[in-house]
């Protein structure tokens, strides 16, 4: 199992920038691919974005191509998230999440995460 623990979350203006962190434990880093999701009020969890377990492979949901950047260092554990130009759209609960399988070639599917950490709240203000 992996335990997970999210950070950086806040109130931001919009078009403001944040950077979400996510460090784990448990399970050897660098052999499973992470994803950030996050669930807005009244609304189910959505997938946003993944990177493979080098940090070599990157997919992201269309809302937010272009705005946030995943990345990962293996050497501390952690796994993050840039968000910039936010929009009050953006405003969610964020989760990280590891593969429940690996290491695999692929990204993995958004069914195939689990290990979910706590949450942090992002709000952002028109």
């Known amino acids: 199992q992996v335990q997970l623990v999210e950070s950086g979350g806040g109130l931001v203006q919009a078009g403001g920038s944040l950077r979400l962190s996510c460090a784990a434990s448990?399970?050897?880093?660098?052999?499973?691919?992470m994803g950030w999701f996050r669930q807005a009020p009244g609304k189910g969890r959505e997938f946003v974005a993944v990177?493979?377990?080098?940090?070599?492979?990157?997919y992201y949901a269309d809302s937010v191509k272009g705005r946030f950047t995943i990345s990962r260092d293996n050497a501390k554990n952690t796994v993050y998230l840039q968000m910039n130009s936010l929009k009050p759209e953006d405003t969610a609960v964020y989760y990280c999440?590891?593969?429940?399988?690996?290491?695999?070639?692929?990204?993995?599917?958004?069914?195939?995460?689990?290990?979910w950490g706590q949450g942090t709240q992002v709000t952002v203000s028109s």
């Open positions: 448990g399970r050897t880093f660098s052999t499973y691919a």
């Open positions: 990177i493979s377990l080098s940090g070599k492979t990157t």
């Open positions: 999440a590891a593969d429940r399988w690996g290491p695999r070639s692929s990204l993995p599917p958004a069914s195939d995460f689990d290990s």
